[in-house]
């Protein structure tokens, strides 16, 4: 580890300290070429999710950029924020799942998750969203979807 104060690659490490949820060490090093005395911190480097985009690019999963939208279609619908912050949280919890093994999801398998949850919520939220993520182009597609999920028990479409 370089010294901050000298530049020296030389040093020894004094003390080690697990954080309380033992995601992070902190390491008190001392310098051996001066005797400066700081701090370095070791945590894993986990590898991001990323989300793999209908054109093929990929962008790190932005639960924000998600949360977003959710509450766009969400808007002036009788549904606390605790609800939603929940369903956030499942969400990222299932997305999370559902790329363990390669760290990817796919946009529309992502789009899937929040449509399964919206359904199970409130159906207007979920055409709202349904609207957007599976880019109708008129009013037709609308009222199929419409039509598709009022003649459902709780089942949405593939969901």
Same mark, same amino acid.
């Given at each position: ?9 030389? @040093?020894?490490?004094?003390?080690s300290?697990?954080?309380? *949820? ?17 701090? *370095? ?5 986990e590898?991001?999710? &990323?989300?793999?985009k ?9 639960l /924000? ?8 279609? &969400? ?9 939603? @912050?929940?369903?956030?949280? @499942?969400?990222?919890?299932? /997305?999370?799942?559902?790329?363990? &093994? ?5 946009? *529309? ?5 929040v449509?399964?949850?919206l ?5 207007? /939220?979920?055409?709202?969203?349904a609207?957007?993520?599976r &880019?109708?182009?008129?009013? @037709?597609?609308?009222? *199929?979807?419409?039509?598709e ?11």
């Open positions: 580890m370089k010294c901050p104060l000298c530049g020296s690659h030389e @040093d020894k490490v004094v003390e300290r697990q954080n309380a *949820s033992g995601t992070e060490i902190r390491r008190r090093r001392e310098c051996l070429g001066c005797g400066y005395r700081f701090t *370095s911190y070791e945590r894993v480097d590898k991001k999710l &990323m989300v793999v209908r054109d093929g690019r990929r962008e790190p999963f932005d /924000a950029k998600l949360e977003r939208g959710i509450r766009i279609s &969400m808007e002036k619908r009788p549904i606390s924020v605790q609800v939603i @912050d929940d369903m956030l949280h @499942d969400i990222e919890e299932e /997305a999370v799942l559902h790329g363990r &093994m390669n760290h990817e999801i796919s946009s *529309s398998d992502l789009g899937e998750i449509l399964k949850r359904f199970a919520i409130d159906r207007v /939220a979920y055409v709202r969203f609207s957007v993520y &880019m109708f182009d008129n009013v @037709d597609e609308f009222i *199929s979807e419409i039509r999920i009022g003649g459902q028990n709780g089942e949405g479409r593939g969901l």
